[in-house]
C-alpha cells in the first residue's frame, strides 16, 4: 500500500525530514484535526525503536524515555488510546504507571504544573515525547529538556497554537539558531485531506471568526488582529498547473536576501483577469550571481521581456540585473496599498497558486499576521509575501479600484 493512502503530504514531509535531517527538537503545531498527533504517535514508535539500538550499544539495559502531556488523561486519549486503536498495540502499566515497548521503559510526566514531573527528577532519559506542549509550564518543560541528556537523545512535540509571545514560539518555533537544532512544522486544517468535506465545512462555518478561527482552522499563532489574507481559501485556490488556462502576461516580483530568505516569484495573467503564481524560488544564503542564473532561465521560459519588480533596498543588486541584460524595474513598495490590491484579488476569487511551483508560499501566508501596535503587518514570515506584493500591485498599479480600504478588508 502506498504512503500517501495512509498519511497526508503533510505528514510526510515530517516523516521524510524526520528520517532524514538532522535535529534535536521537532514540533508540530497547527490547527485542530490537522494530523499532528498522529504522525508524532507514529514517530514516537519509531523513536522508541531506534533508543532500544543505541542503548544495546552502549550497554543500557533499560534504557528510559519520557511520554509527557498536560495530566493523566490527556496522555491516554491523546497518546495511549490511539497507540492501541490504530497501530493495534497493547499498553501494560506497572504499579509506578510506567509501561515497556519495544524494550524501553516509558516514565510519564505531567506538563500542568510543577507538581507532574516528580516521577522524572534525576533520572536519565534517550529523549521525549511531549504532547499538547504549549499547555505546559515552561518550568517543567525545561525540566524535561535537561533530563534527555543521553547521546543523541531527542524531544519531539505536538502542539496548538497559543499567543504569539508563548516561550515555546519565542524560545524554539522562532529559533532559527542552527546550533539549537529545531525543525518545525505549521499545520492548517486543510493539510488533513483525509476528513471528509462536510465535516470541514461545518466546523469552519461554526467556529467563530478572528483568534478562535486563526488559530483552530489555520493554525496559527495569533493575537486579536490575525492573519493578514484572510480571504485566501486554500481549497479552492490551490491547484494543479494542468489547470491553468492560457496565460496573455507574465511578470515576476523579487524580494532580495541572504541572512533571510531571497525570493523570486513567477506570475501570470490570463483573459479573464485572474492571477496565478506560477513559480516559487526560495533560498537562503545565496549570492546575487544565483539570482541571475534563476531570473535568466526565467526570460528563457517566459520571454526575454519579463518584467521584474525588484526591492529597491539593494540598489547593486538592482544593477546586477540590468548588466545581465534582465529587464528589472525597482517597486513602490508601499506595503498597505500593496496588501490591499492582493486581498482585493483574493476576495474577488480571482487569485491562484499552482501547488506543483511553490516552495514556501503556504506555510508564510498562514503566519503572515498583523502587527497590533503599528496597524500593519509584522516584519516576519514576510519573504514570499513582498515579493508577491511587489509583483502584484506594481503590474497592476494603473487599474487598481483601491476598493479595500481597512486592514480586516
Not at 505549521?186 to 470541514?200: E, G, Q, R
Not at 481559501?233 to 515576476?252: A, L
Request: charged share 25%.
Amino acid at each position: 500500500m502506498a504512503l500517501r493512502n495512509l498519511m497526508t503530504e503533510k505528514q510526510i514531509q515530517v516523516l521524510k525530514s524526520y528520517l532524514n535531517d538532522d535535529w534535536k527538537y521537532m514540533i508540530l503545531s497547527g490547527a485542530v484535526r490537522s494530523g499532528k498527533t498522529y504522525i508524532d504517535n507514529y514517530i514516537f514508535l519509531l523513536e522508541l525503536r531506534k533508543v532500544r539500538q543505541r542503548a544495546l550499544q552502549d550497554g543500557t539495559a533499560n534504557p528510559k524515555y519520557i511520554l509527557a502531556g498536560y495530566s493523566n488523561g490527556t496522555i491516554y486519549n491523546n497518546v495511549i488510546s490511539e497507540l492501541e486503536n490504530t497501530f493495534g498495540i497493547q499498553i501494560q502499566f506497572d504499579k509506578r504507571g510506567h509501561f515497556n515497548l519495544f524494550g524501553v521503559e516509558v516514565v510519564p510526566a505531567y506538563t500542568g504544573s510543577v507538581r507532574g514531573i516528580g516521577g522524572i527528577r534525576g533520572m536519565t532519559s534517550y529523549g521525549a515525547y511531549v504532547n499538547e506542549a504549549s499547555l505546559a509550564t515552561e518550568g517543567v518543560f525545561q525540566e524535561i529538556v535537561q533530563r534527555c541528556s543521553k547521546s543523541g537523545a531527542r524531544i519531539i512535540c505536538d502542539t496548538n497554537p497559543d499567543s504569539p509571545q508563548h516561550w515555546l514560539k519565542t524560545d524554539y518555533i522562532d529559533n532559527e539558531d542552527p546550533e539549537a537544532r529545531i525543525k518545525s512544522f505549521h499545520f492548517t486544517l486543510d493539510d488533513n485531506t483525509f476528513l471528509a468535506d462536510d465535516y470541514v465545512k461545518a466546523l469552519k462555518a461554526a467556529t467563530p471568526t478572528g483568534t478562535f478561527y486563526d488559530r483552530s482552522i489555520l493554525g496559527l499563532w495569533v493575537t486579536a488582529d490575525g492573519i493578514v489574507y484572510r480571504d485566501f481559501d486554500q481549497r479552492k485556490m490551490v491547484i494543479h498547473s494542468s489547470q491553468v488556462p492560457r496565460i496573455v502576461n507574465y511578470y515576476c516580483g523579487v524580494d532580495w536576501g541572504y541572512q533571510h530568505k531571497g525570493v523570486i516569484t513567477v506570475w501570470g495573467d490570463d483573459a479573464e483577469g485572474n492571477v496565478y503564481l506560477l513559480e516559487e524560488h526560495t533560498s537562503q544564503y545565496k549570492f546575487i550571481d544565483y539570482w541571475v542564473k534563476i531570473a535568466k532561465k526565467m526570460q528563457d521560459k517566459y520571454g526575454k521581456s519579463i518584467t521584474f519588480w525588484v526591492d529597491s533596498a539593494r540598489p547593486d543588486d538592482y544593477s546586477e540585473f540590468l548588466r545581465a541584460g534582465i529587464n528589472a524595474r525597482n517597486a513602490d513598495k508601499s506595503r498597505m496599498a500593496g496588501v490591499e490590491r492582493v486581498a482585493e484579488f483574493m476576495k474577488l476569487g480571482k487569485f491562484y497558486i499552482v501547488s506543483d511551483g511553490i516552495n514556501q508560499f503556504l506555510n508564510e501566508i498562514y503566519q503572515y499576521v498583523w502587527d497590533e501596535n503599528t496597524g500593519e503587518p509584522k516584519k516576519e514570515n514576510d519573504d514570499v509575501m513582498d515579493s508577491m506584493r511587489y509583483a502584484i500591485f506594481n503590474e497592476h498599479k494603473e487599474n487598481t479600484t483601491q476598493f479595500l480600504n481597512s486592514k480586516y478588508f
